[in-house]
Protein backbone atom coordinates (compact mmCIF):
# COMPACT_ATOMS: atom_id res chain seq x y z
CA UNK A 1 0.00 0.00 0.00
CA UNK A 2 1.13 3.25 -0.78
CA UNK A 3 -0.28 5.47 2.31
CA UNK A 4 2.65 4.78 4.45
CA UNK A 5 6.71 4.75 3.43
CA UNK A 6 7.19 1.79 6.21
CA UNK A 7 5.16 -0.01 7.93
CA UNK A 8 6.91 0.53 11.17
CA UNK A 9 8.84 2.96 11.81
CA UNK A 10 11.78 2.67 15.05
CA UNK A 11 13.60 5.40 16.50
CA UNK A 12 17.65 3.97 17.45
CA UNK A 13 19.51 1.40 16.51
CA UNK A 14 20.94 -0.19 19.93
CA UNK A 15 19.86 -3.47 20.49
CA UNK A 16 16.26 -3.03 21.11
CA UNK A 17 15.64 -1.47 18.13
CA UNK A 18 17.83 -3.68 15.63
CA UNK A 19 16.14 -6.70 17.32
CA UNK A 20 12.55 -5.60 16.85
CA UNK A 21 13.70 -4.77 13.30
CA UNK A 22 14.90 -8.34 12.70
CA UNK A 23 11.87 -10.26 13.73
CA UNK A 24 9.82 -7.46 12.26
CA UNK A 25 11.32 -8.21 8.56
CA UNK A 26 11.42 -11.09 9.28
CA UNK A 27 7.70 -11.31 8.57
CA UNK A 28 7.85 -9.62 5.55
CA UNK A 29 7.19 -6.27 7.39
CA UNK A 30 8.88 -2.89 6.30
CA UNK A 31 10.70 -1.41 8.85
CA UNK A 32 12.98 2.08 9.03
CA UNK A 33 15.81 2.06 11.72
CA UNK A 34 16.84 6.25 12.50
CA UNK A 35 19.97 5.97 14.59
CA UNK A 36 21.00 9.22 15.66
CA UNK A 37 24.68 8.77 15.85
CA UNK A 38 27.33 6.62 13.10
CA UNK A 39 28.24 3.35 14.63
CA UNK A 40 30.48 1.90 16.27
CA UNK A 41 29.56 4.21 19.09
CA UNK A 42 30.93 3.28 22.48
CA UNK A 43 28.02 2.83 24.77
CA UNK A 44 27.89 1.56 28.84
CA UNK A 45 26.40 -1.77 29.60
CA UNK A 46 28.79 -4.46 28.53
CA UNK A 47 27.80 -7.70 30.03
CA UNK A 48 25.03 -10.08 28.71
CA UNK A 49 22.64 -12.41 30.31
CA UNK A 50 21.64 -15.79 29.09
CA UNK A 51 18.13 -14.63 28.57
CA UNK A 52 19.79 -12.71 25.48
CA UNK A 53 20.98 -15.97 23.97
CA UNK A 54 17.02 -17.30 22.62
CA UNK A 55 16.74 -14.37 20.81
CA UNK A 56 19.99 -13.50 19.49
CA UNK A 57 19.02 -17.53 18.14
CA UNK A 58 15.25 -16.17 17.02
CA UNK A 59 16.48 -13.33 15.09
CA UNK A 60 19.53 -15.71 13.13
CA UNK A 61 22.30 -13.37 14.68
CA UNK A 62 23.91 -16.30 17.09
CA UNK A 63 26.25 -17.54 15.10
CA UNK A 64 27.51 -13.93 13.92
CA UNK A 65 27.81 -12.89 17.68
CA UNK A 66 29.38 -16.03 18.65
CA UNK A 67 32.02 -15.69 15.91
CA UNK A 68 32.61 -12.30 16.27
CA UNK A 69 35.29 -13.40 19.31
CA UNK A 70 33.69 -11.14 22.46
CA UNK A 71 34.78 -12.77 25.65
CA UNK A 72 32.74 -16.02 26.74
CA UNK A 73 30.76 -15.14 30.15
CA UNK A 74 30.16 -18.73 31.81
CA UNK A 75 29.29 -16.79 35.18
CA UNK A 76 29.02 -13.85 37.76
CA UNK A 77 30.97 -13.59 41.12
CA UNK A 78 30.82 -11.13 44.17
CA UNK A 79 33.25 -9.93 46.60
CA UNK A 80 32.47 -7.80 49.52
CA UNK A 81 35.10 -5.42 51.59
CA UNK A 82 34.19 -7.59 54.65
CA UNK A 83 34.93 -10.55 52.48
CA UNK A 84 38.50 -10.35 52.69
CA UNK A 85 39.08 -9.79 56.04
CA UNK A 86 38.72 -13.50 56.29
CA UNK A 87 41.80 -15.48 55.09
CA UNK A 88 41.30 -17.01 51.64
CA UNK A 89 39.45 -20.26 52.28
CA UNK A 90 40.92 -22.68 50.39
CA UNK A 91 38.30 -24.95 50.39
CA UNK A 92 35.82 -25.60 47.69
CA UNK A 93 32.78 -25.84 49.74
CA UNK A 94 28.82 -25.11 48.79
CA UNK A 95 29.13 -22.81 51.99
CA UNK A 96 32.74 -21.41 51.52
CA UNK A 97 33.53 -19.24 48.91
CA UNK A 98 30.93 -20.21 46.26
CA UNK A 99 28.56 -18.11 48.53
CA UNK A 100 29.06 -15.23 46.04
CA UNK A 101 29.40 -16.97 42.81
CA UNK A 102 26.93 -18.86 39.99
CA UNK A 103 27.41 -20.47 37.18
CA UNK A 104 25.32 -20.17 34.30
CA UNK A 105 25.17 -24.11 33.63
CA UNK A 106 23.96 -24.76 36.91
CA UNK A 107 20.65 -23.91 35.81
CA UNK A 108 19.00 -25.14 32.54
CA UNK A 109 17.11 -22.79 30.33
CA UNK A 110 14.37 -23.26 27.73
CA UNK A 111 15.90 -22.56 24.40
CA UNK A 112 19.47 -21.67 25.61
CA UNK A 113 21.68 -24.36 24.51
CA UNK A 114 25.52 -23.25 25.10
CA UNK A 115 26.36 -22.76 29.11
CA UNK A 116 27.91 -18.97 28.18
CA UNK A 117 26.65 -15.72 27.26
CA UNK A 118 29.15 -12.47 26.60
CA UNK A 119 30.82 -9.41 27.58
CA UNK A 120 30.86 -7.30 24.44
CA UNK A 121 32.41 -4.16 22.80
CA UNK A 122 29.11 -2.69 22.73
CA UNK A 123 30.56 -0.90 19.72
CA UNK A 124 30.89 -3.49 17.70
CA UNK A 125 28.11 -5.36 19.36
CA UNK A 126 25.33 -2.77 18.59
CA UNK A 127 26.88 -2.42 14.88
CA UNK A 128 26.60 -6.04 14.41
CA UNK A 129 22.95 -6.15 15.36
CA UNK A 130 21.95 -3.47 13.04
CA UNK A 131 23.80 -4.63 10.29
CA UNK A 132 22.39 -7.84 10.96
CA UNK A 133 18.79 -6.04 10.78
CA UNK A 134 19.68 -4.67 7.49
CA UNK A 135 20.85 -7.64 6.20
CA UNK A 136 16.94 -9.10 6.83
CA UNK A 137 15.54 -6.16 5.03
CA UNK A 138 15.36 -3.50 7.62
CA UNK A 139 16.20 0.16 5.84
CA UNK A 140 18.60 1.70 8.60
CA UNK A 141 19.52 5.44 8.28
CA UNK A 142 21.98 6.71 10.30
CA UNK A 143 23.04 9.97 11.40
CA UNK A 144 19.37 11.02 11.38
CA UNK A 145 18.32 13.00 14.73
CA UNK A 146 14.51 12.82 14.49
CA UNK A 147 12.67 16.10 15.68
CA UNK A 148 9.17 15.05 15.84
CA UNK A 149 6.39 12.33 16.06
CA UNK A 150 3.16 13.18 14.78
CA UNK A 151 0.82 11.06 16.32
CA UNK A 152 -2.54 13.24 15.24
CA UNK A 153 -3.36 11.21 12.06
CA UNK A 154 -4.72 7.52 11.25
CA UNK A 155 -0.75 6.88 10.20
CA UNK A 156 1.96 8.81 12.37
CA UNK A 157 4.49 11.15 11.03
CA UNK A 158 8.38 10.72 11.79
CA UNK A 159 10.07 14.19 11.30
CA UNK A 160 13.72 14.69 10.78
CA UNK A 161 16.20 16.85 8.90
CA UNK A 162 18.73 15.62 6.40
CA UNK A 163 20.87 18.71 5.63
CA UNK A 164 19.00 21.56 5.25
CA UNK A 165 15.76 19.70 4.34
CA UNK A 166 12.87 18.33 7.26
CA UNK A 167 11.56 14.92 5.97
CA UNK A 168 8.20 13.27 7.26
CA UNK A 169 8.51 9.86 6.81
CA UNK A 170 4.78 7.97 7.58
CA UNK A 171 4.29 4.55 9.28
CA UNK A 172 1.42 2.60 10.48
CA UNK A 173 3.45 2.50 13.82
CA UNK A 174 6.23 4.14 15.73
CA UNK A 175 8.18 2.06 18.26
CA UNK A 176 10.89 4.14 20.29
CA UNK A 177 13.61 2.47 21.29
CA UNK A 178 15.42 5.29 21.88
CA UNK A 179 17.32 4.41 24.65
CA UNK A 180 17.89 6.82 27.98
CA UNK A 181 17.19 9.50 25.59
CA UNK A 182 13.38 8.11 25.71
CA UNK A 183 11.84 10.40 22.47
CA UNK A 184 8.43 9.55 23.23
CA UNK A 185 8.71 9.24 27.03
CA UNK A 186 10.18 13.52 26.66
CA UNK A 187 7.37 14.14 23.78
CA UNK A 188 4.09 12.53 25.73
CA UNK A 189 5.40 13.49 29.28
CA UNK A 190 5.70 10.04 30.39
CA UNK A 191 8.79 10.20 32.09
CA UNK A 192 8.88 10.20 35.87
CA UNK A 193 12.58 9.61 37.52
CA UNK A 194 12.85 6.91 40.17
CA UNK A 195 13.65 9.08 43.65
CA UNK A 196 14.72 5.69 45.15
CA UNK A 197 17.13 4.18 42.80
CA UNK A 198 18.94 7.94 42.19
CA UNK A 199 22.67 6.15 41.13
CA UNK A 200 25.18 7.26 39.27
CA UNK A 201 28.33 5.85 37.76
CA UNK A 202 31.72 6.84 36.59
CA UNK A 203 33.63 4.24 34.11
CA UNK A 204 36.30 3.96 31.67
CA UNK A 205 38.03 0.78 29.94
CA UNK A 206 41.78 -0.52 31.54
CA UNK A 207 44.06 -2.72 29.74
CA UNK A 208 46.48 -4.74 30.77
CA UNK A 209 44.35 -4.96 34.38
CA UNK A 210 44.94 -8.53 35.82
CA UNK A 211 41.52 -9.55 36.19
CA UNK A 212 42.41 -12.48 38.40
CA UNK A 213 43.26 -10.36 41.54
CA UNK A 214 40.22 -10.71 43.43
CA UNK A 215 39.36 -14.14 42.07
CA UNK A 216 39.42 -16.91 43.94
CA UNK A 217 40.36 -19.53 41.09
CA UNK A 218 41.82 -18.40 38.09
CA UNK A 219 39.30 -19.75 36.22
CA UNK A 220 37.01 -17.21 37.08
CA UNK A 221 39.09 -14.43 35.61
CA UNK A 222 36.75 -14.07 32.66
CA UNK A 223 33.30 -13.88 35.18
CA UNK A 224 32.09 -10.56 35.31
CA UNK A 225 32.72 -9.07 38.80
CA UNK A 226 30.75 -7.02 41.46
CA UNK A 227 32.80 -5.32 43.83
CA UNK A 228 31.33 -3.87 47.12
CA UNK A 229 33.21 -1.02 48.29
CA UNK A 230 32.65 -0.23 52.50
CA UNK A 231 30.70 2.67 50.93
CA UNK A 232 26.85 2.21 51.84
CA UNK A 233 25.19 1.01 48.38
CA UNK A 234 28.23 2.05 46.45
CA UNK A 235 29.86 -0.90 43.93
CA UNK A 236 32.18 -1.75 40.79
CA UNK A 237 31.96 -3.68 38.13
CA UNK A 238 34.39 -5.42 36.51
CA UNK A 239 34.04 -6.72 32.37
CA UNK A 240 36.49 -8.34 30.51
CA UNK A 241 36.23 -6.12 27.16
CA UNK A 242 38.99 -8.14 24.86
CA UNK A 243 41.97 -10.39 26.46
CA UNK A 244 43.42 -7.73 27.42
CA UNK A 245 41.03 -4.60 28.05
CA UNK A 246 38.61 -4.72 31.01
CA UNK A 247 35.80 -2.41 31.67
CA UNK A 248 35.69 -0.88 35.16
CA UNK A 249 32.98 1.75 36.85
CA UNK A 250 32.06 2.53 40.39
CA UNK A 251 28.27 2.78 40.69
CA UNK A 252 27.75 5.01 43.43
CA UNK A 253 24.30 7.25 44.79
CA UNK A 254 24.17 10.93 43.22
CA UNK A 255 24.54 12.32 46.48
CA UNK A 256 27.82 10.62 47.06
CA UNK A 257 29.05 11.68 44.08
CA UNK A 258 27.58 15.65 43.75
CA UNK A 259 29.98 15.64 46.90
CA UNK A 260 32.97 14.77 44.69
CA UNK A 261 32.22 18.16 42.42
CA UNK A 262 31.86 16.66 39.63
CA UNK A 263 35.69 15.77 39.60
CA UNK A 264 35.01 12.15 38.15
CA UNK A 265 38.77 10.87 37.85
CA UNK A 266 39.81 12.13 41.73
CA UNK A 267 35.88 10.40 42.24
CA UNK A 268 36.43 7.29 40.82
CA UNK A 269 39.77 6.88 42.68
CA UNK A 270 38.85 7.47 46.13
CA UNK A 271 36.49 5.19 45.40
CA UNK A 272 38.35 1.97 44.15
CA UNK A 273 41.40 3.41 47.12
CA UNK A 274 38.77 1.60 49.56
CA UNK A 275 39.62 -1.96 48.19
CA UNK A 276 43.02 -2.10 48.59
CA UNK A 277 43.90 -4.72 46.45
CA UNK A 278 41.69 -3.98 43.61
CA UNK A 279 42.95 -0.34 43.60
CA UNK A 280 47.01 -2.09 43.33
CA UNK A 281 45.29 -4.16 40.19
CA UNK A 282 44.04 -1.12 38.37
CA UNK A 283 46.61 1.37 39.11
CA UNK A 284 49.00 -1.31 37.44
CA UNK A 285 46.84 -1.32 34.07
CA UNK A 286 46.59 1.69 31.68
CA UNK A 287 43.49 3.66 31.12
CA UNK A 288 43.01 3.33 27.49
CA UNK A 289 39.43 5.36 27.24
CA UNK A 290 38.37 9.09 29.07
CA UNK A 291 36.36 8.41 32.20
CA UNK A 292 32.94 8.37 31.54
CA UNK A 293 30.01 9.71 33.83
CA UNK A 294 26.42 8.29 33.29
CA UNK A 295 23.52 10.25 35.01
CA UNK A 296 19.94 10.22 35.04
CA UNK A 297 19.94 7.22 35.99
CA UNK A 298 16.80 5.51 36.68
CA UNK A 299 13.26 6.19 35.72
CA UNK A 300 9.92 4.97 35.10
CA UNK A 301 6.88 5.82 31.99
CA UNK A 302 3.47 6.22 32.84
CA UNK A 303 2.69 4.29 30.02
CA UNK A 304 4.53 2.07 28.26
CA UNK A 305 2.10 1.45 24.92
CA UNK A 306 -0.92 3.62 23.37
CA UNK A 307 -2.74 4.14 20.10
CA UNK A 308 0.26 3.41 17.15
CA UNK A 309 3.24 3.21 19.77
CA UNK A 310 5.68 1.15 22.36
CA UNK A 311 8.13 1.79 24.18
CA UNK A 312 10.94 -0.85 24.50
CA UNK A 313 14.71 -1.28 25.94
CA UNK A 314 15.71 1.56 28.22
CA UNK A 315 13.08 3.52 26.36
CA UNK A 316 10.43 2.09 27.99
CA UNK A 317 11.92 1.46 31.75
CA UNK A 318 15.67 1.91 32.88
CA UNK A 319 16.85 0.25 36.62
CA UNK A 320 19.96 0.28 38.07
CA UNK A 321 22.47 -2.54 36.07
CA UNK A 322 23.53 -4.69 39.27
CA UNK A 323 22.36 -7.87 37.43
CA UNK A 324 23.35 -6.78 33.58
CA UNK A 325 19.65 -6.91 33.25
CA UNK A 326 20.20 -3.64 30.76
CA UNK A 327 20.42 -5.55 27.21
CA UNK A 328 18.08 -8.30 27.71
CA UNK A 329 15.37 -6.52 28.93
CA UNK A 330 15.84 -4.64 25.45
CA UNK A 331 16.19 -7.62 23.51
CA UNK A 332 13.15 -9.59 25.32
CA UNK A 333 11.41 -6.37 25.11
CA UNK A 334 11.35 -6.49 21.22
CA UNK A 335 10.98 -9.73 21.13
CA UNK A 336 7.74 -9.31 22.83
CA UNK A 337 6.49 -6.13 21.09
CA UNK A 338 7.04 -8.03 17.64
CA UNK A 339 4.40 -10.48 18.36
CA UNK A 340 2.11 -8.06 19.31
CA UNK A 341 3.09 -5.95 16.39
CA UNK A 342 2.71 -8.90 13.84
CA UNK A 343 -0.64 -9.71 15.08
CA UNK A 344 -1.70 -6.50 15.21
CA UNK A 345 -0.23 -6.14 11.60
CA UNK A 346 -1.97 -8.50 10.22
CA UNK A 347 -5.64 -7.49 12.30
CA UNK A 348 -4.77 -4.16 10.41
CA UNK A 349 -5.59 -2.51 13.80
CA UNK A 350 -2.64 -1.13 16.08
CA UNK A 351 -4.93 0.42 18.55
CA UNK A 352 -3.30 -0.03 22.40
CA UNK A 353 -5.70 -3.09 23.00
CA UNK A 354 -2.92 -5.08 20.57
CA UNK A 355 -0.58 -4.77 22.66
CA UNK A 356 -1.64 -5.46 26.32
CA UNK A 357 0.25 -8.65 26.03
CA UNK A 358 3.16 -7.10 25.69
CA UNK A 359 2.49 -4.60 28.35
CA UNK A 360 1.67 -6.90 31.54
CA UNK A 361 4.72 -8.95 30.43
CA UNK A 362 6.99 -6.49 31.01
CA UNK A 363 4.74 -5.28 33.77
CA UNK A 364 5.97 -8.28 35.38
CA UNK A 365 9.69 -8.29 34.38
CA UNK A 366 10.18 -4.88 35.48
CA UNK A 367 8.32 -5.63 39.17
CA UNK A 368 10.25 -8.53 39.48
CA UNK A 369 13.54 -7.01 38.47
CA UNK A 370 12.79 -3.83 40.40
CA UNK A 371 12.01 -6.00 43.95
CA UNK A 372 15.15 -7.95 43.36
CA UNK A 373 17.60 -5.24 42.96
CA UNK A 374 15.36 -3.39 46.17
CA UNK A 375 16.15 -6.41 48.52
CA UNK A 376 19.74 -6.85 46.95
CA UNK A 377 20.58 -3.55 47.88
CA UNK A 378 18.79 -3.54 51.37
CA UNK A 379 19.96 -6.94 52.58
CA UNK A 380 22.93 -7.83 50.19
CA UNK A 381 24.63 -10.07 52.92
CA UNK A 382 21.03 -12.02 51.96
CA UNK A 383 21.34 -12.35 48.38
CA UNK A 384 24.64 -14.45 49.13
CA UNK A 385 23.05 -16.52 51.59
CA UNK A 386 20.68 -17.31 49.30
CA UNK A 387 22.87 -18.20 46.95
CA UNK A 388 24.67 -20.22 49.18
CA UNK A 389 21.14 -22.48 50.10
CA UNK A 390 20.49 -25.16 48.04
CA UNK A 391 16.61 -24.44 48.74
CA UNK A 392 16.74 -21.01 46.65
CA UNK A 393 20.12 -21.31 44.67
CA UNK A 394 18.37 -22.44 41.47
CA UNK A 395 15.39 -19.60 41.89
CA UNK A 396 17.95 -16.84 42.37
CA UNK A 397 20.34 -17.97 39.22
CA UNK A 398 17.09 -18.45 37.29
CA UNK A 399 16.32 -14.47 37.77
CA UNK A 400 20.17 -13.85 37.34
CA UNK A 401 19.92 -15.57 33.87
CA UNK A 402 16.70 -13.22 32.93
CA UNK A 403 13.96 -15.36 33.30
CA UNK A 404 11.58 -12.87 34.66
CA UNK A 405 8.99 -13.00 32.23
CA UNK A 406 6.62 -16.04 33.47
CA UNK A 407 6.29 -16.14 36.73
CA UNK A 408 4.31 -13.90 38.85
CA UNK A 409 6.40 -13.79 41.90
CA UNK A 410 9.55 -16.30 41.99
CA UNK A 411 9.66 -17.96 45.00
CA UNK A 412 13.06 -16.88 45.94
CA UNK A 413 11.70 -13.52 45.96
CA UNK A 414 8.66 -13.91 47.98
CA UNK A 415 11.37 -15.35 50.76
CA UNK A 416 13.51 -12.81 50.36
CA UNK A 417 11.07 -10.18 51.03
CA UNK A 418 10.04 -11.52 54.26
CA UNK A 419 13.10 -12.12 55.75
CA UNK A 420 14.17 -8.43 54.95
CA UNK A 421 11.12 -7.39 56.86
CA UNK A 422 12.33 -9.90 59.82
CA UNK A 423 15.79 -7.94 59.91
CA UNK A 424 14.62 -4.69 59.83
CA UNK A 425 12.00 -5.55 62.20
CA UNK A 426 14.78 -7.43 64.85
CA UNK A 427 17.77 -4.84 66.03
CA UNK A 428 19.05 -7.60 67.27
CA UNK A 429 19.43 -9.67 64.10
CA UNK A 430 22.96 -10.38 62.92
CA UNK A 431 22.40 -8.55 59.80
CA UNK A 432 20.20 -5.68 61.35
CA UNK A 433 23.46 -3.29 60.79
CA UNK A 434 23.87 -4.56 57.52
CA UNK A 435 20.99 -2.64 56.03
CA UNK A 436 21.63 -1.03 52.98
CA UNK A 437 19.96 2.63 53.19
CA UNK A 438 17.87 2.11 50.12
CA UNK A 439 14.64 1.27 50.78
CA UNK A 440 11.78 -0.64 48.77
CA UNK A 441 9.52 1.46 47.72
CA UNK A 442 5.71 0.42 48.09
CA UNK A 443 5.30 0.73 44.07
CA UNK A 444 6.68 -0.58 40.98
CA UNK A 445 5.76 -0.20 37.73
CA UNK A 446 4.14 2.64 36.80
CA UNK A 447 2.65 1.58 33.68
CA UNK B 1 21.87 -35.11 69.15
CA UNK B 2 24.36 -34.52 71.81
CA UNK B 3 25.30 -31.86 72.56
CA UNK B 4 29.25 -32.22 72.64
CA UNK B 5 29.38 -33.50 69.87
CA UNK B 6 27.53 -30.28 68.07
CA UNK B 7 30.28 -28.24 70.17
CA UNK B 8 33.19 -30.18 68.75
CA UNK B 9 31.77 -30.22 65.03
CA UNK B 10 31.06 -26.29 65.78
CA UNK B 11 34.70 -25.49 67.65
CA UNK B 12 36.35 -27.36 64.60
CA UNK B 13 34.40 -25.37 61.93
CA UNK B 14 35.29 -21.79 63.02
CA UNK B 15 38.33 -22.45 63.81
CA UNK B 16 39.68 -24.64 60.98
CA UNK B 17 37.29 -23.05 58.27
CA UNK B 18 36.33 -19.16 59.23
CA UNK B 19 39.97 -18.47 61.62
CA UNK B 20 42.30 -21.04 59.95
CA UNK B 21 44.35 -21.53 63.00
CA UNK B 22 43.32 -24.39 64.95
CA UNK B 23 46.25 -23.16 67.21
CA UNK B 24 43.33 -20.84 68.63
CA UNK B 25 41.20 -21.96 71.17
CA UNK B 26 37.69 -21.32 70.92
CA UNK B 27 36.09 -22.28 74.15
CA UNK B 28 32.24 -22.77 74.36
CA UNK B 29 31.95 -18.72 75.88
CA UNK B 30 34.47 -17.23 73.80
CA UNK B 31 32.87 -14.26 72.58
CA UNK B 32 32.51 -14.66 68.65
CA UNK B 33 30.15 -11.38 67.61
CA UNK B 34 32.27 -9.67 70.18
CA UNK B 35 35.64 -10.43 68.76
CA UNK B 36 34.39 -10.15 65.16
CA UNK B 37 34.78 -13.72 64.75
CA UNK B 38 31.89 -13.76 63.11
CA UNK B 39 30.96 -11.39 60.70
CA UNK B 40 28.06 -11.33 58.45
CA UNK B 41 29.71 -13.67 55.80
CA UNK B 42 30.80 -15.81 58.33
CA UNK B 43 26.85 -16.05 60.01
CA UNK B 44 26.09 -17.12 56.34
CA UNK B 45 28.59 -19.84 55.93
CA UNK B 46 28.16 -20.95 59.69
CA UNK B 47 24.19 -21.65 58.75
CA UNK B 48 25.05 -23.77 55.41
CA UNK B 49 27.31 -25.81 57.63
CA UNK B 50 24.54 -26.19 59.74
CA UNK B 51 22.29 -27.08 57.29
CA UNK B 52 24.81 -29.81 55.89
CA UNK B 53 25.96 -31.39 58.95
CA UNK B 54 23.34 -31.48 60.92
CA UNK B 55 20.51 -30.88 58.49
CA UNK B 56 18.77 -28.54 60.92
CA UNK B 57 17.33 -24.94 59.09
CA UNK B 58 18.13 -22.30 60.83
CA UNK B 59 15.04 -19.63 60.49
CA UNK B 60 15.39 -16.33 59.56
CA UNK B 61 14.06 -14.66 63.43
CA UNK B 62 16.48 -17.18 65.10
CA UNK B 63 20.08 -15.24 63.42
CA UNK B 64 20.16 -12.88 65.98
CA UNK B 65 22.83 -11.92 68.55
CA UNK B 66 21.81 -13.99 71.72
CA UNK B 67 21.79 -17.53 69.67
CA UNK B 68 24.94 -16.52 67.70
CA UNK B 69 26.92 -14.67 71.22
CA UNK B 70 29.47 -18.21 71.63
CA UNK B 71 29.39 -22.06 70.76
CA UNK B 72 27.65 -22.77 73.30
CA UNK B 73 24.64 -20.55 73.08
CA UNK B 74 25.05 -21.99 68.89
CA UNK B 75 24.50 -25.65 69.87
CA UNK B 76 21.37 -24.90 72.52
CA UNK B 77 19.96 -23.16 69.60
CA UNK B 78 20.95 -26.73 67.10
CA UNK B 79 19.00 -28.91 69.71
CA UNK B 80 16.45 -26.95 70.75
CA UNK B 81 15.69 -26.81 66.94
CA UNK B 82 16.35 -30.54 66.40
CA UNK B 83 13.91 -31.29 68.95
CA UNK B 84 11.19 -29.15 67.19
Given at each position: MSDVDFDIGIIGGGPAGSTIASYLSQTGLSC?????????????????????????????????????????????????????????????????????????????????????????????????????????????????????????????????????????????????????????????????????FNQYAIHSWFDGFDRSALAVQPDQANFIFIHFLPVTDTWVWQIPITESVTSVGVVTQKKNFAAARRDFEGFFWSCV??????????????????????????????????????????????????FSSGVSVAMNSARLASYDIVTAAEKGDFGKKAFEPFESKLR???????????????????????????????????????????????????????????????????????????????????? | MQDQVILDNLRAYVSERILQDPSIAIEPDTPLLEWGILNSIATVQLIGFIREQFQVDVPPEDVVGTNFKDLRSISQLLVQLDSQ
Open positions: VVLESALFPRPHVGESLIPATTPVLSDIGALPKVDAAGFPRKYGAAWTSSAESRIPAMGFQLSHGFRAAEVLFSERDQANVHQDYTYHVDRGQFDLLLLQHAESLGATVYEGIRVKHVDMEDACPQITFTLGRREIGLRVRMVVDASGRSTFLGRQFRLKVPDPVDSRPELARALRQSRRVRPFRPEGDYSYAMREICGDRWLLVGDAARFVDPIRAVRNWYEFISIYYRLNILFTAFVADPRYRLDVLKMLQGNVYDDVEPVALTKMREITRQVEQNPDHLWHKHLGTLRAPAQAPLF | -
